[in-house]
């Protein structure tokens, strides 16, 4: 194995430490999952990169290495579809009461309403346009090997970043009172609608030709 393989191996291992630690809107979702439902139900939320990026990679990668494609306004629409997907979960943060915890009547978030909200992040398409795509057809050219390689290293990393943040959650909250978790769930409550506020913010800003994402090549 020569130093290119092996630079891509840490390229990939690197970006997905960077990308399971960072705030955001499947971060935020994990950690409130786990602190009202426990590990178990944080760590279903640490599979949904993996299950949204790679139908994204498989259409992205090849325009960036074949053809030329405008993409700007795609992602405005789907940043004004996400912005009301996390309403919708901000809502749901905020209906938390103690006594609804007590009974038992806080309904977990489904995988697969997981899996919509973040395919509806223009920050997902935007990332893969940007810095991993470009990163994965570089590795190309070295080989369909380097390339693969890179993508595993970086999903096998995000995903041990935030299973070992939903299992840090999961593993604190029994010593948390419930006033306090409920607290906590409505501070993550007002971060999704910020989240939600940033994307329709841009998906304004890329409409009215204030942003550009540019063009897939």
Excluded at 88 to 94: D, H, I, P, Q, R
Aim: hydrophobic share 50%.
């Amino acid at each position: 194995m020569d130093m290119d393989y092996f630079s891509f191996l840490w390229k990939g291992v690197l970006l997905g430490i960077h990308a399971g630690i960072s705030p955001g809107p499947v971060t935020t979702l994990l950690v409130t999952e786990s602190l009202l439902h426990g590990s178990r139900a944080g760590m279903k939320i640490a599979f949904v990169p993996v299950l949204t990026d790679t139908p994204v990679i498989c259409i992205i990668i090849p325009l960036l290495y074949y053809l030329t494609f405008d993409a700007t306004i795609i992602i405005a629409v789907i940043s004004m579809i996400g912005a009301l997907i996390l309403c919708g979960l901000s809502y749901e943060s905020f209906s938390v009461t103690e006594s609804r915890y007590e009974r038992g009547e806080v309904a977990r978030v489904s995988l697969w309403k997981a899996v919509g909200m973040n395919f509806f992040n223009p920050n997902l398409y935007i990332y893969w346009i940007t810095i991993c795509g470009p990163l994965a057809v570089s590795g190309l050219h070295y080989g369909w090997a380097t390339m693969f390689s890179f993508l595993i290293m970086f999903y096998i990393s995000i995903t041990s970043v935030k299973l070992g943040l939903s299992w840090t959650v999961g593993s604190v909250r029994h010593s948390l009172n419930l006033k306090v978790i409920v607290w906590i769930n409505r501070c993550l409550g007002v971060a999704m609608l910020l989240f939600a506020l940033l994307f329709f913010w841009q998906g304004c800003q890329i409409l009215t030709g204030e942003t550009t994402i540019g063009h897939l090549k």
